[in-house]
């Protein structure tokens, strides 16, 4: 694997966004050069240091309020990192369970989880997580709970898919006939098979995540106010476009660059679990 990625520029690339997302959510109470809620109401709109009046205190300057915009920066990977990886693995437990039971057992139980499925990709992804934002409220768990909820459907078509072609086989027979029970089949020796795609798909879906935890966020029905998010930054940026860019451009710039390091690394990983090709 590391032969592989050592190999790929672009895998490179994106594994170094991803592992700096990682460093600076984890240590954000250390390297944070200020609280990210403490408000300084003297010292708010200051620009950031590449100015003529911007001052190392505050690198990138300050918000309306007078909140260091790098220290809210910095926090803001944590929620980030915390929704597209928990929704992921929730989507992905949930995804996966049902995508199994329909391929395997087929017949109604198969005809009546792919028609929620139809159902669900009938939405708009951002719609349908706008809908339940509004239901559920504002909040951290919610969030994952909306990432889950509209992220399983393609687990679930995807592993049925491969399902469907594996369980076919002579072995899956072979191992049935040798009185091996539906439970052991699946895990033991169909879904190892799956594991790769799923993976590939994980990676897609958790820069939606991302986008999608950013918008709700943006729009006010993402997590509670007080705690700093990339989306949030961005909310309370628009009145301050002209006289104040960069308190725009740098929460935005902070979430294409991790949606891109995401899906450079996906990109990569999906080159490296594909068994046609030889590294």
Known sequence: MWKSLKGSKTGILGAGIVLLVIFLAFTATIISPHDPAKQDIINKMMNPVWYEDGSWQHILGT??????????????????????FSG???????????????????????????????????????LLALFIAAVLGPGLQNIILIAAISGWVRYARL??????????????EAIRSLGGSNARIIFRHILPNVISPAIVIATLEMAKIILMEASLSYLGLGVPIEIPTWGRMLSDSRVHLVTSPWMAVLPGFAITLTVLGVNLLGDWLRDYLDPKLDF
């Open 63 to 84: 918000d309306q309020l007078g909140r260091d915009i790098l220290s809210r920066l910095i926090y803001g990977s944590r929620v980030t990192l915390m929704v597209a």
């Open 88 to 126: 992921t693995i929730f989507a992905g437990i949930i995804g996966i369970t049902m995508g199994s039971i329909s391929g395997y057992y087929g017949g109604w139980i198969d005809a009546i989880i792919m028609r929620i499925v139809d159902i669900q990709l009938s939405f708009p992804f951002i």
């Open 159 to 172: 592993v049925r898919g491969e399902i469907l072609s594996i369980k076919e086989m002579e072995y899956i």
